[in-house]
């Protein structure tokens, strides 16, 4: 068990470029979570996976965000068009089966949109 | 609205006394209410998991309490150590059940 990894750990885009970011979870969970933080802040939720579905995604998520995670095992997170609001941390964490469970978080990619 | 909030931003604390952090929360019914340790540039780290039906929860110099008729959770940390100085953040389950949702966090400085 090596815990959740997440990669890459930092990222400087220029507005209006592309990001993608992966998250591979502990093997044995199957729920995987993205969050996104800012200074000072605690995390906020994005979107969740049970398995391979996306079960849940925040109202808060712009339509330029998507994330997938195409087997159930890692997990990828897109931002297109990045705004400058969009810088941030964004943490991945896994957990069993059920929402009550622990969850693990990995060490976050941090995003800066020049 | 729905809101989390955590006692202040900041706490400064000596040395083997007891620190006392609190999250209050209004518009939930959370079933389950987390606390979690995290360190600048890293990922939170679970510490304690209380469920409405407990009203205290305790580990090693952790101890937790769950009140949901104040809609409160106090979280102490008894002989405090300046190890113990990072950001604290509470989580509670939402009303859907399916995630947590957390509170800005209250960064806790114990001084030698």
């Known amino acids: 068990d090596t815990g959740v990894s997440q990669n890459p750990r930092h990222k400087i885009t220029k507005r209006g470029q592309n990001v993608t970011f992966r998250c591979d979870p502990i093997?044995?969970?199957?729920?995987l979570y993205w969050y996104r933080q800012t200074l000072g802040q605690g995390p906020e939720f994005l979107t969740y996976?049970?398995?391979?579905?996306?079960?849940?995604k925040s109202r808060l998520l712009s339509d330029r965000f998507s994330a997938e995670r195409p087997k159930g095992s890692f997990s990828t997170l897109e931002i297109q068009r990045t705004e400058q609001g969009d810088s941030a941390m964004y943490l991945c964490?896994?957990?069993?089966?059920?929402?009550?469970?622990?969850?693990?978080f990995g060490p976050g990619t941090r995003l800066l949109v020049l | 609205s729905q809101k989390i909030e955590q006692n202040s931003e900041a706490l400064n604390i000596q040395e083997g006394k007891t620190a006392t952090l609190t999250c209050n929360y209004t518009?939930?019914?959370?079933?389950?209410l987390q606390w979690y340790r995290q360190d600048p540039g890293r990922g939170p780290v679970f510490l304690l998991l209380?469920?409405?039906?407990?009203k205290e929860k305790r580990k090693e110099r952790l101890k937790v309490t769950f009140d949901t008729t104040l809609k409160q959770s106090l979280f102490h940390i008894t002989a405090s150590q300046p190890a113990d100085s990072a950001t604290y953040l509470c989580?509670?389950?939402?009303?859907?059940?399916?995630?947590?949702?957390f509170g800005p966090g209250t960064r806790l400085s114990v001084l030698p």
């Open positions: 989580a509670l389950l939402n009303n859907y059940g399916q995630n947590f949702v």
């Open positions: 996976f049970q398995n391979e579905a996306q079960l849940e």
């Open positions: 518009n939930y019914s959370p079933a389950y």
């Open positions: 093997s044995e969970h199957n729920r």
């Open positions: 209380i469920r409405e039906n407990e």
């Open positions: 964490a896994s957990s069993y089966q059920t929402a009550q469970e622990t969850q693990y």
